[in-house]
């Protein structure tokens, strides 16, 4: 048994899915967390996604903004952040402090149409300093969009960086005193997202993992997302290749084995491509996967096969 995958979710506190859409993902991150919450690890589960809700697929209500028990389940807990209920949370937690920000960045900061990503991200960076779990899987977005989430932090603490710094500067010329306070607020948010940005990378604590299926566009897709995120300075451990029909279920039907052999020219395609990255296959089920009893078939495939 290959346990190269198993291996890495065990041994990394913060396991990232992600994926052109449609790939399963989903699936991917949702039968991890069962999987793991199986064996006695204490595990969160947190849907980035906001055309996602993992309440379908452990077929049960999860918040969207409080942390949700999962019943069925031993260990495991679950959030689904939604990014129009996430900007209610980022604005209370500025509370104390928001005057000092907008009149420091402007009104902007919480009245832009970024504002909900950014407080989708304030939320999911808070995760990223967890001392309560075990384990945190995160469902995240479809590539482009996840890319432009990790880019916030590297865009958002330099342009901290850059209002500290003018304030400075400004004062200075002026003459005027610094609200040291107001700057110090500031230094903390910018420590607070420098370190998430260094926990993403660290691959002692992370492993980002990309789901697709072997066909075109989810490979060109792949490979983009690859090369982007390496420009972040993570590195994608593990390529989940989903819905490969397994041979011994052609038996004859032309159709099947015509949608194989076309699946076994991108599983070549995929090898050499990506040829230094761990990659584990996962069949084509007969049915759609949604609750616990599918999701621990489906981590079988993954983890124990």
């Not at 849907?47 to 409080?66: F, N, R």
């Not at 832009?112 to 990223?128: G, R």
């Not at 982007?228 to 004859?252: C, H, M, S, W, Y």
Request: with cysteine.
């Amino acid at each position: 048994m290959d346990t190269t995958l198993k291996r890495l979710v065990e041994d990394r506190k913060f396991l990232f899915f992600g994926g052109k859409g449609g790939v399963g993902k989903t699936t991917m991150a949702a039968a991890t967390a069962v999987w793991l919450a199986d064996s006695d690890y204490d595990t969160l589960i947190v849907a980035t996604d906001p055309t996602v809700s993992l309440s379908a697929i452990y077929e049960q209500k999860i918040g969207e903004t409080d942390i949700t028990k999962i019943d069925i389940v031993k260990n495991l807990c679950g959030l689904n952040i939604n990014p129009k209920k996430a900007t209610g949370i980022f604005q209370k937690r500025l509370e104390g402090m928001m005057q000092s920000f907008t009149s420091l960045l402007g009104s902007e900061v919480t009245s832009t149409p970024c504002a909900e990503e950014m407080a989708a991200f304030d939320q999911f960076v808070s995760f990223l300093q967890d001392n309560q779990y075990d384990h945190v899987v995160f469902d995240t977005a479809p590539t482009g969009h996840t890319l432009r989430e990790l880019s916030m932090p590297f865009d958002w603490s330099g342009y901290m960086s850059n209002q500290i710094k003018n304030r400075k500067e400004v004062s200075a010329a002026l003459g005027l005193i610094d609200d040291e306070g107001m700057l110090d607020n500031l230094r903390k948010e910018k420590e607070r997202y420098d370190q998430a940005v260094k926990s993403l990378s660290d691959e002692r604590l992370s492993a980002f993992n990309l789901v697709l299926l072997p066909e075109k566009l989810p490979i060109e897709e792949t490979a983009r997302a690859v090369d982007d995120l390496a420009r972040f300075g993570i590195r994608v451990q593990t390529l989940i290749v989903n819905e490969v029909i397994p041979p011994e279920v052609l038996k004859g039907n032309w159709f099947l084995e015509r949608r194989r052999a076309t699946q076994e020219k991108y599983l070549g395609e995929i090898a050499i491509r990506f040829n230094d990255t761990p990659r584990r296959d996962i069949p084509l089920l007969e049915t759609d996967v949604y609750g616990v009893e599918k999701l621990r078939k489906v981590a079988r495939f993954l983890y124990e096969q």
